[in-house]
């Protein structure tokens, strides 16, 4: 298995500009969860899914950030007008339990991340 | 108060030492506890994980949970130059699949 794919891996963007990162969870996975990480916060929940349903988006910093899951295989998270403060790196993680998972079994997977600069 | 403290380090030890890494938090409704590890420039991978208080070991690692306290620990055993990375501690509210709440992480480095 190739495990959570992430795209693109690097992105430096400019100020106001739209930005959209992309995951892919592993098959099978029912849940998909975005995560930042900065050095002065460190890792941190922005939204999660489950079974292409959004659960949580409370970790949503404002509204210039928007996610969705349009289907069991692919995820999008768009910033639109991006900031310097934005900058930071985005992991998405997918789990193989729903709502009605067993904790055992609900391991996260992590991707390898998207390192964001805005200029 | 953050929900979840745990110290950045870094954390300097010579190949072969004992390891301690420890985190603490606020809320008694987290109900289980995982620690991860993270390489530079990598995603976080499980290490270990306890639901409750307890022990458990794998290989070289010990993770314990003591509930009364909010305190839980990650041992590292005989450590290798392999070991060096970032340790984040992870807690969760519930059973089922729900978002964790990390620590900020502590960096390790062994020195062979």
């Known amino acids: 298995d190739a495990g959570v794919i992430q795209s693109p891996r690097h992105e430096v963007t400019e100020m106001g500009q739209e930005v959209t990162l992309r995951c892919k969870p592993i098959s099978g996975h029912n849940s998909l969860f975005w995560y930042r990480q900065t050095m002065m916060r460190g890792l941190e929940l922005l939204i999660y899914?489950?079974?292409?349903?959004?659960?949580?988006d409370s970790g949503m910093p404002e509204d210039r950030f928007s996610a969705k899951m349009p289907n069991a295989s692919f995820s999008t998270l768009k910033i639109q007008p991006s900031e310097p403060r934005d900058s930071a790196v985005y992991f998405c993680?997918?789990?193989?339990?729903?709502?009605?998972?067993?904790?055992?079994?609900?391991?996260?997977?992590f991707g390898p991340g998207t390192r964001l600069t805005v200029l | 108060q953050k929900e979840v403290e745990q110290d950045p380090g870094p954390l300097s030890v010579p190949e072969g030492a004992i390891v301690s890494l420890n985190c603490t938090y606020s809320n008694s409704a987290f109900q289980y506890f995982m620690w991860y590890r993270q390489y530079s420039r990598k995603g976080p991978e499980l290490l270990m994980y306890t639901y409750s208080s307890g022990n458990k070991e794998d290989g070289r690692f010990t993770a314990q949970v003591d509930k009364s306290s909010k305190y839980i620990s990650l041992f590292i055993r005989d450590s290798q130059p392999s070991d060096s990375a970032t340790y984040l501690c992870a807690m969760s509210y519930g059973s089922g699949n729900t978002p964790l709440v990390f620590g900020k992480g502590t960096r390790l480095s062994v020195i062979a």
């Open positions: 993680a997918s789990s193989p339990g729903g709502l009605a998972g067993g904790w055992s079994t609900d391991t996260q997977y």
């Open positions: 899914f489950n079974n292409n349903v959004p659960i949580d």
